[in-house]
C-alpha cells in the first residue's frame, strides 16, 4: 500500500495506523507530494493537487504538466481551482477565469443570486467565516454573529 499527501504529515500519521491495523508493505512518500514535485520534478503526476490554504491547488510536475480538469460551466480545459463565493455552497471546483469573472465568483446561477454570497475574489479563495463557536468566547460569539448575519442580509 503507498499512501501521500501534500507536505506528508497526514500520511506519516495514515501509516502508522495502517500498520498498527496489520497491513504489511505499508509504504509513503516522504515529504508529500509537493516536495516530490519540487525534487523529482513530478514527471508522473497529472494535473494540479489540491491545497488546504489560499493556493487552493499548486503544480506538481514542472516537466510535462498537463491539465486535466473542466469548467464546471462551459466545459473547457482548466487547472483554475476555486471555492464558489455562496459560503452555503462553498463547493471546490475548476472554473476557467473568464466563466468566474461571468458567474461573480459562483458556480451556478441560485449560487450567483444568493443572498449570502462573498464579494467576487478571482483567486476563488474565501477564508472560512464561522457563525458559531470561539475559542475566547464559547458559544456566546453565536449570538453576536447572528446579528452580524442578520444586519448583512437586511
Sequence with gaps: MFTYCTGG????????????KGFTNVYQ??????????EEGGEDFDGSCYVFDNRVATLVNS?????????HVCDSLSNHMVNC???ECNEHLAICPT???????ACSQSCKEHPRKRPYNEKGYYSKQSVGYSPELGFKSFG?????????IN
Excluded at 64 to 71: A, D, G, Q, R, Y
Design 9 to 20: 504529515i497526514k500520511c506519516e500519521k495514515a501509516s502508522a495506523y495502517l500498520l498498527e
Design 29 to 38: 512518500l516522504h515529504g508529500g507530494i509537493i516536495k516530490y514535485g519540487l
Design 63 to 71: 516537466i510535462n504538466p498537463e491539465v486535466i480538469s473542466k469548467c
Design 85 to 87: 463565493a455562496n459560503p
Design 99 to 105: 466563466c468566474l469573472q461571468e458567474m461573480d465568483g
Design 144 to 152: 453576536r454573529n447572528l446579528k452580524i448575519e442578520k444586519r448583512k
